[in-house]
Nanobody
Framework: QVQLVESGGGLVQAGGSLRLSCAAS????????MGWFRQAPGKERELVAA????????SYADSAKGRFTISRDNAKNMVSLQMSSLKPEDTAVYFC???WGVGVRNTLSSYNYWGQGTQVTVAS
């Protein structure tokens, strides 16, 4: 069992930056692939970025490439999403998720545990 708690969301102006954090608890949290998803009102939840259990492999949605960076600190059981050059279309609730297995997982159905989400609002 893995428990996930996100933090760091908020209101930011377009072009600004935010850093989201996800605290994972559980005996084997460091053995899970991790991902950040987002869901805007009226839209489906979508993958933003994913990272392998070791942190050596990452994957990004096209919308996130060059602007977002996912990282993890297994010693602290933390996963972060550094977001820069934010746009109004990045406005959404952002969720942290954990997937059984050590690799990168790029599909929503691959994830087994979810946080409660944190709101990110980008003002134009």
């Amino acid at each position: 069992q893995v428990q996930l708690v996100e933090s760091g969301g908020g209101l930011v102006q377009a072009g600004g930056s935010l850093r989201l954090s996800c605290a994972a608890s559980g005996r084997t949290a460091a053995s899970y692939g991790m991902g950040w998803f987002r869901q805007a009102p009226g839209k489906e939840r979508e993958l933003v970025a994913a990272i392998s259990s070791s942190g050596r492999t990452t994957s990004y949605a096209d919308s996130a490439k060059g602007r977002f960076t996912i990282s993890r600190d297994n010693a602290k059981n933390m996963v972060s999403l550094q977001m820069s050059s934010l746009k109004p279309e990045d406005t959404a609730v952002y969720f942290c998720a954990a997937a059984w297995g050590v690799g990168v997982r790029n599909t929503l159905s691959s994830y087994n545990y979810w946080g409660q989400g944190t709101q990110v609002t980008v003002a134009s």
